[in-house]
């Protein structure tokens, strides 16, 4: 069957480390991963688009991977802020103009 | 444009009853999807539209579930016969572009609660 799996539990850091959240599936061939925040109550916001043939992108603080062999991406913020604190979803679209979600990881930075 | 607007923000309906949710996606987009969030869980698929096409729809999405995007503009999500399991947050999104990969704009969700 096909699954997109996030860490299930929360992650706690302490401010100023790096948190990395990790996104693996199962059963896809997505063309392109995006990574979206939550907060509680309110719709996902767009973070990061990184494509089949990419490794790696930045954006100021935020990096993600992706490795489509391993069928697996790594969310990374450094200098983790309490301000960070949130649900981080990964969303991989097919080609086909459709987003599938992941489950979700809430991070919590500890100040 | 202040982005996607969901209406009602919350809705509270008795078993049986027809629910209705509107969403008017950011001017020009051309596509616009709909999504079922519950606790704990991912935005869950439901359908989605280029311009007023209806491209695909979830097969999880039973027959009591129906959405329209006349015009191309707004859409309407309509639930007949609502039942306890279908209490969840609903979210729209919309997307400019029809290239694959372009990021979706969200709105913040119609709650329903089904009592």
Redo the contacts between chains.
């Keep these: 069957s096909q699954k997109?799996e996030?860490n299930s539990e929360a992650l706690n850091i302490q401010e100023g480390k790096t948190a990395t959240l990790t996104c693996n599936y199962t059963n896809y061939s997505p063309?392109?991963l995006?990574w979206y925040r939550q907060d509680p109550?309110?719709?996902?916001?767009?973070l990061l688009?990184i494509?089949e043939n990419e490794k790696e992108k930045r954006k100021e603080r935020l990096k993600v991977t992706f490795d489509t062999t391993l069928k697996q991406s790594l969310f990374h913020i450094t200098a983790s802020q309490p301000a960070d604190s949130a649900t981080y979803?990964c969303?991989l679209?097919l080609?086909?103009?459709?987003?599938?979600?992941?489950?979700?990881t809430r991070l919590k930075v500890l100040a | 444009d202040t982005g996607v607007s969901q209406n009602p923000r919350h809705k509270i309906t008795k078993r049986g009853q027809n629910v209705t949710f509107r969403c008017d996606p950011i001017s020009e987009h051309n596509r616009l999807y709909w999504y079922r969030q519950t606790l704990g869980q991912g935005p869950e698929f439901l359908t989605y539209f280029q311009n007023e096409a209806q491209l695909e729809k979830s097969r999880l999405l039973s027959d009591r579930f129906s959405a329209e995007r006349p015009k191309g503009s707004f859409s309407t999500l309509e639930i007949q016969r609502t039942e306890q399991g279908d209490s969840a947050m609903y979210l729209c999104a919309s997307s400019p572009s029809s290239d694959p990969g372009t990021e979706a704009f969200f709105g913040q969700g119609t709650r329903l609660t089904v009592v």
């Design positions: 997109i996030q063309a392109y995006q109550g309110r719709g996902p916001v767009f688009l494509r979803l969303a679209e080609g086909t103009y459709k987003y599938i979600f992941g489950t979700g």
